[in-house]
């Protein structure tokens, strides 16, 4: 095996090819050597060898030293420099790199090679004293720190205290001399700490940084970030070895970072910051103010100091050259680190820049439009969740963000209004034109009202599929929930978090996208649906298999829906479509009736409003599929329970308020999520179907007389376990058909089929395809009932299980692959069995996450539903999954 590749002098052993061996880094500092850029020459150590360091007891392969050493000696021949040298003095930097960069790793050690002898060299070469002794000042502090663990702040204190006494200000300040006695000072430190001298050997300093950056592989914070972004640890890092240039000897030096297009806009222009005189953690530790690359930057920030084009024009020449080549080469915005020694431009690394959603798209389209890459890989580009912060107005990433509390991020996009904490306020600060953000423990079918009028919700109750959240994103409204260390007091109306209180009336702002609450109003930016946008939707909606529809109800949901894009809808929960005031309590009627009479009277109140909605929903959908779920109420959300309410109720249906509140006692379950809802309720009361089915089919007449094209309703029948069930209600829902042909002479086409949400329908699927022109899995419930864990509850323990590493994901939010995706195989296999081509679609919450529509297409669904503001990232997805 080779463990060392070595790279400079426009010639590399390695290539961009190969980051699994070379890390990232190393990767692409061999590729930039074999383009002939100027790349100060090195060589990296393998991330095999991290593999074998840690399979054979923290040692390593017998041939590695030699390696290092030859490889060591390459770099010398390059440089005409020896490790140790008394006249030329061999000096490198030492950097960790892993297949893709992470946080938590040894970051750099710089200057390696200096000591008492080499530093009086490098004054005498170089001619800087200055500069001489502040690098080994520097690589005592950066390598007591990183490699001999000794705190860096002790550091800091010295050359506090040195400065101090001197009256210096900056480190820049500090002489030749000063800088001499704070070396002393460091090597007394260090020896004081560790019982030993500081290392003065430099192949001793050289595998004592190669440890080091071994060793951070297996910190505590690296595992957490690679177990947080499923990184295995058997990918190890590599161990990049540089000769040194110099970006702080003097006017004529200087380090910087640029991007090669600007990572939050995406425009084509070369964006990026330098320092003169300084060495690359000056740039980052943000003492000194950057300066900007180009003039044009520096025009635009409005900025009186010199760019770096105005500068070093020839550096800055060279640079731009060689950024113009390193996007075409790598076909992508470049994320780069160059130091600049004494007029002489160097480049330290390259890598894919990250960059905002917005820049990722406008950096996508245009780089297609330049003829850079295909519109296929366009769109192959672009993080479909990313569209999320494109398509609500989000926080200004520049505003300052006081947070109050940190919930989980329920709906995306940001709100800010007054603190109201019931549906009422909401609704008569609406009316006042106020804005308001409704704060509740957790809400319920009575606030919907309120949700609609408000300008977001934050609860302190309830995960991802809870009421506020399924509701919040279906109306498209930000919303925070589950905010559990929210200490909501209704009664003195004040809201509590983190020893801070906040009465009603108090402005907040939360952000759906985070989870956070901010105290107070912070700017924001609102979303553009046009150009980009819309030019990359296209491209996507040309290589897409899968269908894409909405989860609406309202006429509002759906008419957003299909701006949008949806093509169709999937899923119409029609027990939303009785929250409001007049309609739910004619619902209340229905249910607390104790007689079939009393039912078909409160039904017939409520026939005509569903036949209207339905109506509308047709018109808007014009011909397009529109699936409409009968009624689905876990019952306990439409039992009344205040004394107002059961009198209001009480009063329309003409009975005693006693009498009812019996009745709702006997209607209450310990667990309504599993008890009297879905089809259950139509098994025991079929005129429900029977007038739904009613108001399906008259509206389906209606509006196919008044659009010319023929409506074809798919009803499909919630939480179906056994084919008798679906059958029972398949057996009203035809026969109303047959009863409305007769009365309006016209034959309707539809379709009938059910959801597969619970476990015993997914293994039964084979039977209920008999009857079931088409399925649509129902991954919240079906999600719920196959962990045998409650959607509304999970939020509260299923937080430890990520943390402590039991599960990745929210199974809530991006389906469980093994348990209900193996369930979800099965039903669509028997289905299809029983029933060839029966249609197939998925309309629980993870129709709109990419990695579940990745999996939709695998097992190729012939469509996705979601909430309509997901549509966008659906049709990405779809399309990513489906190239
Ligand atoms: C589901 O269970 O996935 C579903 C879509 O139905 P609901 O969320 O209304 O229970
Ligand atoms: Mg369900």
């Known amino acids: 095996t080779k463990w060392v590749y070595g790279f400079g002098n426009g010639a590399a052993e390695g290539d961009a090819g190969m980051k699994n061996l070379l890390g990232g880094k190393g990767a692409n500092l061999a590729e930039m050597s074999n383009l002939g850029l100027p790349v100060p020459p090195g060589f990296t150590i393998t991330t095999e060898v991290c593999t074998w360091y840690y399979d054979h007891d923290k040692s390593y392969p017998a041939e590695l030293a030699a390696e290092v050493e030859a490889a060591l000696a390459d770099i010398g021949r390059l440089t005409g420099r020896a490790f140790g040298d008394r006249t030329h003095p061999l000096l490198v ?303 200004d990433p520049k505003a300052e963000r006081n947070i109050f509390v940190t919930g989980l991020p329920a709906s995306p996009g940001a709100a800010c209004g007054a603190i109201v904490f019931t549906s009422e306020e909401a609704e008569q600060a609406k009316a006042a034109g106020r804005k308001v953000i409704l704060v509740r423990v957790e809400t319920s079918p009575e606030d919907i009202h309120g949700m609609h009028a408000a300008e977001g919700i934050l609860t302190s109750r309830g995960g991802m599929t809870s009421h506020a959240a399924v509701v919040a994103r279906g109306m498209g409204k930000p919303c925070v929930s589950g905010a559990g260390a929210l200490r909501i007091d209704y009664r003195s109306g004040t809201v509590s978090a983190g020893g801070k209180t906040l009465d009603k009336g108090q402005v907040i702002t939360i952000d759906g996208s985070t989870g956070q609450v901010l105290i107070g109003e912070v700017p924001m930016q609102q979303p553009s649906l046009s150009g980009d946008f819309a030019t990359l939707m296209t491209w996507a909606d040309g290589g897409r298999r899968m269908k894409v529809r909405a989860n609406a109800e309202t006429p509002a949901d759906a008419r957003v829906a299909r701006d949008f894009g949806a093509e169709g809808i999937g899923l119409c929960r029609t027990e939303h479509m009785f929250f409001d005031g007049e309609r739910i309590l004619a619902v209340r009627e229905m249910i607390l009736s104790a007689t079939e009479e009393g039912r078909r009277a409160a039904l017939a109140k409520l026939l005509p409003m569903q036949r209207n909605d339905f109506v509308q929903l047709f018109e808007i959908m014009k011909g397009l599929p529109v699936t409409i779920r009968l009624l689905d109420p876990p019952l306990h959300e439409f039992l009344p329970h205040s004394d107002a309410e059961i009198a209001e109720v009480a009063e329309a249906m003409g009975v005693a308020a006693d009498k009812l509140r019996e009745r709702a006692l006997e209607l209450s379950e310990f667990n309504p999520m599993l008890g009297h809802r879905g089809c259950r309720l139509l098994v025991s009361y079929p005129e429900i179907a029977e007038m739904q089915a009613r108001a399906i089919f008259e509206a389906a007449v209606e509006a196919g007389r008044q659009t010319g094209a023929p409506v074809v309703p798919e009803i499909m029948v919630p939480l179906v376990g056994l084919k008798a069930e679906l059958d029972l209600v398949r057996g009203r829902i035809d026969a109303m058909a047959k009863a409305v042909a007769a009365e309006t002479g016209v034959t309707i086409d539809y379709q009938v089929g059910t959801m597969v949400e619970l476990p015993r329908a997914a293994l039964r699927a084979g039977d209920i395809a008999e009857s079931a022109e088409f399925f649509s899995f129902g991954t919240n419930d079906l999600t719920q009932t196959t962990f045998g864990i409650s959607r509304d509850d999970a939020a509260s323990f299923l937080g430890t299980y990520q943390q402590k590493g039991l599960i990745e994901q929210d199974p809530f939010v991006s389906i469980d692959r093994d348990g209900v995706g193996e369930l979800i195989s099965i039903a669509a296999e028997r289905g299809r069995k029983t029933r060839p081509g029966i249609k197939l679609g998925i309309c629980g919450e993870h129709g709109g996450d990419p990695a579940s529509i990745h999996f939709c297409e695998s097992v190729g669904l012939d469509y996705v539903s979601c909430s309509p503001f997901r549509v966008p990232i659906a049709r990405l997805a779809a399309a990513q999954a489906a190239l």
């Open 93 to 395: 930097s030492v950097r960790s790199g892993a297949r893709v960069s992470m946080p938590g790793m040894m970051d750099t050690v710089l200057n390696l090679g200096l000591n008492d002898e080499t530093v009086k060299a490098m004054a005498t070469s170089s001619g800087d004293e200055r500069f001489a002794y502040d690098s080994y000042r520097r690589f005592i502090q950066m390598y007591g720190d990183v490699v001999l663990g000794v705190d860096h702040h002790s550091f800091e204190e010295i050359l506090q205290e040195v400065k101090d006494e001197a009256g210096h200000v900056l480190d820049t300040d500090l002489s030749a001399a000063e800088l001499a006695g704070i070396i002393e000072r460091y090597k007394d430190l260090v020896a004081a700490e560790l019982g030993r001298p500081f290392p003065q050997d430099p192949m001793e300093q050289l595998w004592g940084a190669i440890g080091a950056v071994f060793g951070s592989w297996m910190t505590h914070r690296a595992q957490t970030y690679r177990r947080l972004h499923d990184i295995p640890a058997s990918w190890g890092t590599a161990v990049n070895v540089q000769a040194m240039v110099f970006g702080n000897m003097g006017e004529t030096s200087a380090t910087g970072v640029a991007f090669t297009r600007n990572p939050s806009t995406g425009e084509k222009a070369l964006y990026g910051e330098f320092l003169v005189n300084a060495q690359g953690e000056d740039v980052v530790a943000g003492i000194r103010t950057p300066q900007d690359i180009t003039e044009k930057a520096r025009i635009e920030a409005g900025s009186d100091r010199p760019s770096m084009e105005r500068l070093m024009p020839e550096a800055h020449a060279e640079f731009v050259r060689i950024c113009d080549r390193l996007e075409a080469h790598y076909r992508d915005m470049q994320d780069l680190e160059f130091t600049i020694e004494r007029g002489k431009l160097w480049m330290l690394q390259t890598r894919s820049g990250k960059r905002t959603a917005k820049a990722a798209l406008k950096i996508a389209v245009d780089m297609a439009a330049e003829g850079l890459i295909t519109e296929k890989e366009a769109v192959l580009r672009v993080e479909p969740s990313a569209l999320d912060q494109l398509l609500h107005p989000t926080i």
